[in-house]
Structures are given as structure tokens and as C-alpha cells.
């Protein structure tokens, strides 16, 4: 029963079928198959509870690659945008921040804590646009391999530096610190607003293992910039339908190019005959044939579980054991059938309408990673809430809401006791730390939904719970993810390419490593069917 | 004859690097004037009484060590200069009553750490040699000046250039090594090869020792890394000085006089005088003004531009980064003078004398060093603070009456900014969260102490002019090392202002006493006043 495919891609996730995408438009006979009976991985729109539809593990459109959304014509696919207009910051003292996307607003806003960063905010943000667009087109190359005498790879290294130079003075300072400095650190240079210095570097920390003063966090600062450039829409949106929708436009792409897809299909193992990658064998026993397989998976369960130890270098095993996941992250959804009210600002205005972060001071952020730290989930969490219900009713019956909290920290590895024993006590601390500032939250609950990072690995596959497939830390990234000499997509099994969070440029809903690992498994396979 | 005349150069500050670049300034024909605030030489390298016939090393207790280059050349032996070097590199008594130990002899080392890790012992020579590679590799690049990334000249390609064929010649894995390891938390560093708790411990402290970091915090591994370079032994620094580490600044200073240099004590440098963008000299506390044709700052660099120089003289800009750098201290040191010998737990079978005679690491798990940082975050300090001890009497009876001892402790995390009381108010807290944790591990040590010195950052700002108490003037954190020391475009010992030469612990390659700054400095300030005098 079994045809033979010219690649065959696992896991239906946002970067499976993007890679999948590219390469049917290539004319490649392509097979994606997905373990759940949905397609999507952590991109997609559920019914938890009747009526209630979520966004259940990524909640926001961010960095989608604009190429991608062109290349594939997501647009006619279904795919619409839906700015998430701001981010609202209760504070403890009863005051609040409040930053819009417009910028006259925002620079008052901020006037009203100090008058020297709002000044600094104009400044901040022009540096942050340069320096975005000299990230940018890191973003979509392929990382070179620098111990390597290959000259195409030096020539990439060579053409950096040589971008590098082009810099002001102050921006080469700028980029630097970006990239070796902790998020608190560079903002502390900026600003004297301790919540907006706290709001700010959350973003440097979302998925990762680290404390907003941890050295490496400022360089995803730039991310929050890099919408901007882009152009296309907003930095920050809601895919209307919820994040599903993304999934389900890129795979309506992906069939017309004539891509296959099948659900349920779990697979048990990667088939390797003589240092090269055959086929893949689904759960159920059935074999699937093909001359390429291309994995979306993170390298553990790749390569540990499905291509298994002896068939791999021992160099290679030692570094995917020490890759590092450390999910330090949970997730609670709430259906709600009213809406949280503020105690620093009441009422259901438009502040309801773009994330609300739980992010009061700098120290607040740092203690909810020392809890992190020692083994146990954070006391008072940072949050970054969302109720996409005011932008998009549809998800939810008339009147009622759905509210999404992303929840940090949630570390994997708990000293004490098991996730499963913890579940509902991490759920009430999130529940505390929000009804500090908004009190009536309880009385609005219907439902609650608890992730842990143990229910995260469970549901989406993501081992440890680390929703980007490994750490974005300095020493796994760029030519270093997944693994030092097997950042370019290939892998040391011939025939077997990885297309997933865990290659550069690593997590969040970008398209790119699935984009870029397309291009380099194209021009391998070219020359060989050439 | 001071004060007459017209100065070719003036050294601001006699501390190691001030007095390296003067030697070597004097002896490529220059004639410098060394000014140093203190009536004794020596800036954190110095010997002291702090307690009647006891002596220590006050600031830094153990040398870096310094380049062997300078040694040589400044013939440092014939001068007074005699290292010491101890049996043992460290001594960590552990929670449960045992102590690990590194020694200088590797295969002591090896027979030591059995008892606690027979993995952990057999990894220690791989670790070992993996380290002195990467070391070697690094080490030469302590005595260059860090290239211009704007627009490199042809010397400094070449340079690179050699710098990626030894980067190329390392065995591939190690390659990868240096590339992952550099930005890494160094718990994370120590646990991909070890996995007794002791000595992971130990391991950690190398690359948090003078840090605002903890063993968790990215880019620690990066400061062990450095580390090796100075010195390869995975034990860490061991190298006393006979006479204290005041003994080295005493060598150096008479190396200098020696090759034509004048050093004058009590003469606090107040301002550096500039007119037209270049400096033109100095103002002495007393008022009296030293023409020279060049100025060369040992001091810090928030020191030096914020505080000696006219900020009108400069752009705001570079002003307002030079306020910016890091240089919180988080480093406080505590002198006791014993009447005896303290009796550590964990010595059984061993000859104290040498078991005690590197340093004593009193941090017994990762985590409780990283708790102590984490007080640090917060503007305190912790009550079980990481304590690095040295007892330089074992090796050098000379700092003390016969029979009794001394024991030097630098504590961390000790900020600079306390969020609760002063400094003042809360010394005595902190010598007594010290004092606890020492009898802890040596039960008789409060019973032997005669006396005691204190020196908090704040103290470490006034006495020794470090500006925030820190001891390596700025922070060792990736974005304040290499190129960027003190800040991108200014690594090359130059300053924005002409003839304002920077040498101290806050260019490349920064704190540790190993004279490379003063000397990377005193290279290019020959190189560039010689192309300005050919030109004339």
C-alpha cells in the first residue's frame, strides 16, 4: 500500500508545513504527518470548553515572515491579522503603564512617570529599528559553519563583519550589547522607569530560562522591532479564528501546491539503512517510503527516539544530551463571563484590548525566576494576558470571553512533588497574582484550563515543555542549534534534514527555520536528481 | 626639581599597571612622573599593617599571575620580586565534614577527588587539558591591543588572521568548545563535566570570583575561560608573594626608578588639564600644576574622564557611556589576625600547613553561591555569603609574630549599594556572617581572632579609588571585555581627548594583577608619541 514520496515531513506544525509548502512548490511529492488529529502543533484554535474556542499554547502573532505570508499567499488562504493594540501594565502602588502603538500617546504616557524617558523612548526606538535591520537578513540565511574551510561559509561570516563596520559608532555599540548584555542591564542605560524597564524585558525572557538580569535576554528586545521594519502589519496581532487559523491557512497553501497531509498518523521511527534515511514507520506498523525525510521535531525525539543512539555519531548523542530544554513556562486559559476589572484603571476600555502584563517592577520579574531557579513554579508570576474575545468574538457565546495567560515561570524540573500533584496549586497562584489587580477575576471564572510544561510536552510534543524547541540561549543559536557543526539543517544521517523550532533561527511563529531548511534540502537534492 | 619644568609623560597612579607602563615607558627613553595618591605604592597590590605586627595583602591577595614576559624583561628578581607557590591550589571543606582539594600536582589532585567522584577524578586531567588548550589559545591575546572593528588596519587583520589559524588548529570539538562555552552559565559549564557538588562549586567560582554574577548567570564561563588564559591550572590562581603582593608594587616601582622613572607618593592627581583637546597636564591637590607632554591614567575610567577631566572638554555623549559602564563592587575583604593555626573540619591525614597553604573556598553547593548573588540583586548581602580565604603566613611567616597568623577573606557578594542601612551601620553584620560561616568549617576561629580590618566596597572606593568599590575597575561581563573595554572604538588605550592615555584595569585585558593593561598600554603610547616625534 505504500507509495513512494519524495519527502516525507514530521509534525504538522507551522514550520512542517511551510517547510512542506516550499518544497510542492518545487515540484517535490510531499507527505506531512501529524500525530494529532489536528494540524498545527502549538499553533492552534481548540474547543476546551463548549463554545469557548483558544488560542490553547501560542496566543499572538509576531514575527511571521513576511516572505512567507507572500511566497504562500496566506491572505487568500484565510489567514487576517487583527492588531493587538498596546500593552497595559498594573502596577502595586495602584498607578499603571500604558503604552499604544500610537506613538504621541505613548511618549505622554510615559512622560507622566519621567519626562527623561519619554525622550529616551524616541531615541530608544529609532536605535532599535537599525538594529533590527541588521538582524534581519540573519534571520533567513543559512548559518555557516565557522570551523569549517569551506569559503562560502567564511565569504557569509566575512559579509556580517563587513555589515558590521557599515554600523554608526553607536549603533556597533548598540549591537553589541544587544547581544551579550541581560535585558535590565541595556534598558538601565536607557531608562529610569522601573515598570517600563520591567515590561520591556519581559519580552527577553518569554520561553527561556533566564531572569530578565541574565546576560543574553537584551537581544530579544529587537524582536518587539522587527514588525516594523517588516511592514506588512503590526508588530503584534491575533490571527482572527484564533492561532489555528495560521496553521490551517499555510496548510491550505500547502495542499493547493499539492502537498499531502494526514493526521493521526504517529510515528514510531525514522527508517535508517546504511547511514541514510529510507522512511518512516508510523506507530500502527505501517511503513512510509521516501527518498528524503525532513523532521520538525526537536533533535531529542528525532534522533534519540526515532533514529535511536547506534546509528549516530557518539559526538553528536553527547551534544543532544546536552541540549538544553528547561520549559520554563505554563499556560491558563480561562473562559470568563465577564471582564477583568483594573484596579489601577477601571472600566472595559481599550487598555482590555492589547496584552496586559504582570510585570510591576524589576524585582518582581526576578524573584518569580529565583523560584524558577531553586526548583519551584513562581509565587507571583509574570503573565502576559491576553482576551482575544474583544477583537474577535467569535471564539466565545455572546457576552462571555475567553482570556489567555502565559505564565512564567513554570520550571520542568520541579525539586519537589510532580506537575501532576501541582497542576491546580500553580492555577491558583495565577489566579492570585492577577486578582492583586484585578480582585473580581474570581468571580467571572467558568472555566479553567492549566498547563503545565509536563502538559505541554504531553500535548504538543515539546520535550520538557519548552515551547521553542530548546532554549534560545547564546550557545544555541545561530551556528550552534541545535548542535555545534549541525546548524544547517542537514543532520548525520544522509536524507534526514531537521525544519523545526530547534534550528536556527529558532522558536516563536516565524516560518523561517521551515523556509530556510526548504532551500537548503532544494539545492542538496537538485544536484542529485540532476 | 618635581613641579619645575615640563613633563614628557605623567602616570597617574602607582598601581601594578601604572607602574608596569611606567617601567616600560622609562626604559623605551621616556622619562615619566608617577603620581600616586597613597603616601605607598602599589594601588590594590600593596602590603599593610592592619593590625599591630600583622601584615596582608589588603586589596588582592593572590597575583593574577603577572606576565612572565614582564618578569623577565623588567628583571622583577633582582628587584625584590619572589613568588611563592603553595602545594596546594585550593582547599573546599564540604557540608558533610570531608574537603576537597586541588593540588599543583596533578595526580595528588586526581587521588584527592576519588574519594568524592572516582568519574569526577578521571575527567579532572581531560578537563585539565581541554582548558590549558583553550588557555594557550587565549593567552596571547592578553598582551595584544584589541583591534580597530571600525576599520582594521593591515597589523591587525594579520593579527586576526593568526588568531583564526590557532583557532583553526585546535582540535574541532575543542573549536566548538570555546565558541559554545564562551557564553554559558558556568553551573552549567561545571556540570557538563562534573558531578560532585564540591567541586562544581569550586569550579563556578573561578568564574564569578569579582563579579556582579552568579554561577547561574550567562557568560560566567566566559571569565573562567579568560582565566585560563592568565593561568591554565583549573585550581585557579595560587601564587603568593614573599612580603605580601606590596612586595610586587615595590619590584616594579624600583624597576621603573631603576630605568629613569620618578615616582612620587602623596601627590593626588585632582585634574587633568586639557586645552585644545589634548592634555596638557595635571593639578595636584596642594594646587601645584605639572606640565607634561602626555598624561597616562591608572585610574579607572569613570575616575578618569568623569572626575579629572573638564567635562566641557568632552563630548556628552562619551561621557554619558562612560557613566553607563558597570563598575559596581560587589567585593568586600576582611583581614583577621589570629593567635593561631584555625583547625579546619576535614583535614584528617593531613598536613594542615599545606592543605591550608592556596586558597580556602568556603561555598560548599552552586546554589548557595548563587543565593548569596541573589541577596546581592537586591542590594544586600547574604547572611552565608561565598567566601575566598588565604593564610599567607603558612608560606610566608614574615606577615606575622611568630606563631600566630593571618587570614585574608574576600567576600561575596558585598554591593556597593546597600537598599537597607549603610555600609557603616552594617560592616558589623557582615564580619559577623563571615566569621560564622568561617567557624563553621574551623570551629576554633573565633577563639583565635586578635583583630580584625573590614574593607567594604565603599572603603575600597576611598582608600584605593576604585569607583564603586570595584576591584577590577569595571565589570568582567562580555560586553565590557575585548574591543569593548572600556567601550567599543576606545580599546586601543587611547582616549577621545589627544595625549589622555588610559592603563589601568578597565582596558584590555582588565583586573587580575597580571601588568598586561600597563603594558598593552605603554606599547601603543610609545608607538604613537614616536610617530609624533619623527613627525616634528
Not at chain 1, 467 to 491: N, S, V
Not at chain 2, 170 to 199: H, I, N, Q, Y
Not at chain 2, 395 to 415: E, F, K, M, N, T
Not at chain 2, 479 to 491: K, S
Amino acid at each position: 500500500m505504500s507509495e513512494r514520496y519524495d519527502v516525507v515531513v514530521i509534525g504538522g506544525g507551522h514550520n512542517g508545513l511551510v517547510h512542506a509548502a516550499y518544497l510542492a512548490r518545487a515540484g517535490r511529492k510531499v507527505l506531512v504527518l501529524e500525530r494529532r488529529h489536528i494540524l498545527g502543533g502549538a499553533a492552534v484554535t481548540e474547543e476546551v470548553f463548549p463554545g469557548f474556542r483558544f488560542s490553547v499554547a501560542s496566543y499572538v502573532v509576531s514575527l511571521l515572515r513576511p516572505e512567507i505570508i507572500r511566497d504562500l499567499d496566506l491572505a487568500r488562504h484565510g489567514l487576517e491579522i487583527l492588531p493587538l493594540d498596546g500593552t497595559f501594565t498594573p502596577m502595586e502602588n495602584g498607578d499603571y503603564l500604558w503604552r499604544v502603538n500610537d506613538h504621541a500617546k505613548t511618549r505622554r504616557e510615559i512622560a507622566r512617570h519621567s519626562k527623561v524617558d519619554a525622550e529616551a523612548y524616541e531615541e530608544y526606538g529609532k536605535a532599535m529599528v537599525e538594529m533590527g535591520r541588521f538582524v534581519k537578513p540573519i534571520l533567513s540565511m543559512t548559518p555557516p559553519d565557522p570551523t569549517s574551510l569551506d569559503p562560502r561559509g567564511l565569504w557569509e561570516l566575512l559579509k556580517i563583519g563587513r555589515r558590521f563596520q557599515k554600523l554608526r559608532p553607536d549603533d556597533q555599540q548598540n549591537q553589541v550589547q544587544l547581544m551579550t548584555m541581560s535585558a535590565v542591564d541595556f534598558l538601565d542605560r536607557w531608562f529610569e522607569t522601573d515598570v517600563l524597564k520591567a515590561t520591556m524585558a519581559a519580552s527577553g525572557i518569554i520561553g527561556t530560562f533566564l531572569g530578565v538580569r541574565s546576560p543574553g535576554t537584551a537581544y530579544v528586545l529587537l524582536h518587539h522591532y522587527m514588525g516594523e521594519i517588516d511592514g506588512a502589519f503590526r508588530s503584534w496581532g491575533f490571527a482572527r479564528g484564533g492561532t489555528g487559523s495560521i496553521s490551517e491557512a499555510i496548510a491550505a497553501a500547502a495542499r493547493e501546491a499539492g502537498v499531502e497531509i494526514r493526521t493521526e498518523a504517529p510515528i514510531a521511527q525514522i527508517r535508517v539503512r546504511s547511514g541514510r534515511a529510507t522512511g518512516v514507520v508510523l506507530e500502527n506498523g505501517e511503513e512510509i517510503e521516501a527518498a528524503v525525510v525532513s523532521s520538525s521535531l526537536d533533535p531529542r525525539l528525532t534522533f534519540l527516539k526515532m533514529v535511536g543512539r547506534k546509528e549516530l555519531p557518539e559526538d553528536f548523542v553527547e551534544d543532544l544530551e546536552r541540549y538544553k530544554f528547561r520549559g520554563s513556562s505554563g499556560k491558563v486559559n480561562l473562559a470568563l463571563d465577564g471582564l477583568p476589572e483594573f484596579r489601577s484603571l477601571p472600566g472595559a476600555g481599550q487598555h482590555l484590548r492589547g496584552a496586559i502584563s504582570i510585570s510591576p517592577s524589576v524585582e518582581y520579574m526576578e524573584r518569580a525566576y529565583d523560584d524558577a531557579k531553586y526548583g519551584r513554579f513562581s509565587r507571583r508570576p509574570y503573565m502576559d494576558v491576553v482576551i482575544p474575545t474583544l477583537t474577535d468574538p467569535s471564539i466565545a457565546p455572546p457576552g462571555k470571553h475567553v482570556m489567555s495567560c502565559f505564565v512564567q515561570y513554570a520550571p520542568y524540573h520541579l525539586k519537589e512533588g510532580n506537575w501532576d500533584d501541582q497542576r491546580e496549586a500553580f492555577g491558583d497562584a495565577v489566579i492570585d497574582a492577577l486578582a492583586v489587580h484585578a480582585p473580581n477575576i474570581r468571580n467571572h471564572i467558568l472555566h479553567r484550563q492549566v498547563l503545565t510544561p509536563l502538559d505541554i510536552e504531553r500535548v504538543f510534543g515539546l520535550t520538557e515543555g519548552n515551547i521553542f524547541q530548546g532554549e534560545l540561549t547564546l550557545e544555541q543559536l545561530f551556528f550552534l542549534r541545535p548542535a555545534p557543526g549541525w546548524a544547517q539543517y542537514r543532520t548525520p544521517i544522509r536524507g534526514l534534514y531537521m525544519c523545526g523550532s530547534a534550528t536556527h533561527p529558532g522558536g516563536g511563529i516565524m516560518g523561517a527555520p521551515g523556509r530556510n531548511a526548504a532551500g537548503v534540502l532544494l539545492s542538496d537534492t537538485k544536484r542529485r536528481r540532476a | 626639581m618635581s613641579g619645575a619644568g615640563r613633563r614628557d609623560l605623567i602616570v597617574i597612579g602607582a598601581g601594578p599597571n601604572g607602574l608596569v607602563a611606567a617601567a616600560l615607558l622609562a626604559k623605551a627613553g621616556f622619562r615619566p612622573l608617577v603620581l600616586e595618591r597613597r603616601p605607598i605604592v602599589g594601588g590594590t597590590a600593596v602590603t599593610e599593617e592592619f593590625h599591630p605586627g600583622f601584615r596582608a595583602s589588603m586589596v588582592a591577595a593572590t597575583a593574577g599571575p603577572l606576565l612572565p614576559s614582564l618578569v623577565r624583561d623588567l628583571d622583577l628578581a633582582r628587584h625584590g620580586f619572589e613568588p611563592i607557590r603553595p602545594p596546594v591550589r585550593v582547599f573546599a571543606p564540604s557540608a558533610d565534614g570531608r574537603a576537597l582539594l586541588l593540588s599543583e600536582d596533578p595526580a595528588r589532585t586526581a587521588s584527592d577527588l576519588a574519594a568524592f567522584s572516582p568519574k569526577d577524578a578521571e575527567r579532572f586531567a581531560q578537563f585539565q587539558a581541554s582548558l590549558a588548550g583553550i588557555g594557550a589559545l587565549l593567552s596571547p591575546l592578553l598582551s595584544i591591543t584589541p583591534p580597530r572593528i571600525d576599520r582594521p588596519g593591515g597589523a591587525d587583520v594579520l593579527r586576526f588572521g593568526k588568531l583564526g589559524r590557532s583557532f583553526r588548529a585546535l582540535p574541532r570539538r575543542d573549536a566548538w568548545r570555546l565558541l559554545r562555552w564562551g557564553p554559558m552559565a558556568v553551573a552549567d559549564f561545571a556540570a557538563e563535566w562534573f558531578e560532585s557538588e564540591p567541586l562544581r562549586a569550586v569550579i563556578c567560582a573561578r568564574g564569578v570570583a569579582g563579579s556582579f554574577a552568579g554561577p547561574w548567570s550567562a557568560g560566567t564561563a566566559a571569565n573562567l575561560l579568560l582565566a585560563a588564559a592568565a593561568d591554565p591550572h583549573s585550581g585557579g590562581p595560587g601564587g603568593f608573594v614573599r612580603g605580601g603582593m606590596g612586595r610586587l608594587s615595590e619590584a616594579l616601582a624600583a624597576a621603573a626608578r631603576a630605568a629613569g622613572a620618578e615616582i612620587r607618593t602623596g601627590a593626588e592627581v585632582v585634574s587633568i588639564q586639557v586645552a585644545n583637546g589634548a592634555a596638557t597636564g595635571v593639578v595636584l591637590a596642594g594646587g601645584e600644576e605639572i606640565l607634561a607632554g602626555a598624561v597616562v591614567s591608572g585610574a579607572d575610567p569613570k575616575r578618569t574622564f568623569l572626575k579629572l577631566v573638564d567635562p566641557g572638554e568632552q563630548d556628552p555623549a562619551f561621557l554619558a557611556n562612560i557613566a553607563n559602564l558597570r563598575s559596581s563592587g560587589t567585593v568586600a575583604m576582611l583581614h583577621f589576625a589570629l593567635s593561631g593555626l584555625p583547625e579546619f573540619r576535614g583535614l584528617a591525614g593531613k598536613d594542615p600547613a599545606s592543605a591550608l597553604s592556596g586558597r580556602i573556598h568556603i561555598g560548599t553547593e552552586v546554589d548557595e553561591i548563587e543565593r548569596a548573588y541573589d541577596a546581592a540583586k537586591y542590594g544586600d548581602f547574604s547572611p552565608r555569603p561565598y567566601l575566598e580565604a588565604t593564610i599567607p603566613t603558612l608560606s610566608d611567616p614574615s606577615l606575622a609574630p611568630a606563631g600566630s597568623h593571618v587570614l585574608s577573606v574576600r567576600a561575596q557578594y558585598a554591593p556597593y549599594r546597600l537598599k537597607t542601612g549603610t555600609w557603616t551601620e552594617r560592616t558589623p553584620e557582615l564580619a559577623a556572617a563571615v566569621v560564622r560561616l568561617l567557624a563553621e568549617h574551623a570551629p576554633n576561629f573565633q577563639d583565635r581572632i586578635l583583630g580584625m580590618k573590614v574593607l567594604t566596597p565603599p572603603d575600597l572606593e576611598e582608600t584605593y579609588g576604585l569607583t564603586g568599590g570595584h576591584i577590577f575597575h569595571l565589570e568582567h561581563s562580555l560586553d565590557q571585555v575585548f574591543t569593548m573595554r572600556p567601550l567599543l572604538g576606545w580599546a586601543r588605550y587611547r582616549t577621545p581627548i589627544a595625549g589622555l592615555y588610559l592603563c589601568g584595569s578597565g582596558t584590555h585585558p582588565g583586573g587580575g594583577i597580571t601588568g598586561a593593561s600597563g603594558a598593552n598600554a605603554a606599547r601603543e603610547i610609545v608607538r604613537e608619541r614616536k610617530k609624533k616625534q619623527g613627525r616634528r
